[in-house]
């Protein structure tokens, strides 16, 4: 039975590091043949193996799926080398912008605007091309302004499950993330 179970999880582990993006345990049910609670166990298995310290990676959660990846512990060290092909530079307006959408999606550019108190059009253009932000559909308001919210791509950039996984504002941060009353709704 343990050495089943053990086979089990290496074949989950093997997809996991054969796939370049996280991965559902819908989809690793799917490639290896087992149920979604089986995968859901197997997978706690790998991750109490991998626990161990000779391992420097090990399976994660990651923008809803799961995926290999380095142990935070030694990201420092490897960032410089290995991160520059997969992290992008925002300048601090690109992150600042970012921010207010994440915090307060869905919300207009006009509603960024009124927060950053700028013109943010450069910085919604950068944002959708590197593909951190995405448009969400029109809002149900005068002149049917657009909508914009955060991708996948933004949650695997800042290394995210769920934009539930996002520090929590205090009050006064709240209030300077929230959306101003603004007559388009």
């Known amino acids: 039975m343990n050495e089943e179970l053990d086979r089990n999880a290496a074949l989950i582990g093997a997809i996991l590091f054969l796939e370049n ?6 989809k690793l ?3 290896s043949g087992f149920s979604e609670e089986q995968v859901s166990l197997l997978l706690q298995r790998l991750c109490t193996e ?3 310290p000779v391992h420097g990676f090990a399976p994660t959660r990651s923008a809803g799926g799961w995926i290999l990846a380095p142990k935070l512990l030694f990201w420092d060290q490897l960032k410089d080398h290995y991160g520059k092909k997969n992290e992008m530079k925002l300048s601090r307006a690109a992150m600042e912008t970012l921010a207010i959408i994440a915090y307060s999606q869905p919300i207009t550019r006009a509603e960024i605007e009124a927060i950053r108190g700028v013109n943010v059009d ?4 950068l944002l959708v091309a590197k593909n951190l932000i995405t448009e969400l559909g029109k809002r149900d308001a005068p002149g049917k302004p657009m909508q914009y ?26 209030a300077r ?9």
């Not at 993006?21 to 819908?26: A, L, V």
């Not at 919210?149 to 709240?174: A, R, V």
């Not at 993330?177 to 709704?185: C, I, R």
């Open 29 to 31: 049910a799917k490639l």
């Open 21 to 26: 993006e996280p991965i559902s345990e819908e």
């Open 50 to 52: 991998f626990d161990q």
């Open 122 to 125: 450069a910085m919604i253009r």
């Open 149 to 174: 919210g955060t991708t996948n791509e933004f949650l695997k950039y800042f290394k995210l499950d769920s934009i539930e996984d996002l520090p929590k504002l205090d009050e006064i941060e709240n």
């Open 177 to 185: 993330f929230s959306k101003p009353e603004t007559p388009e709704g």
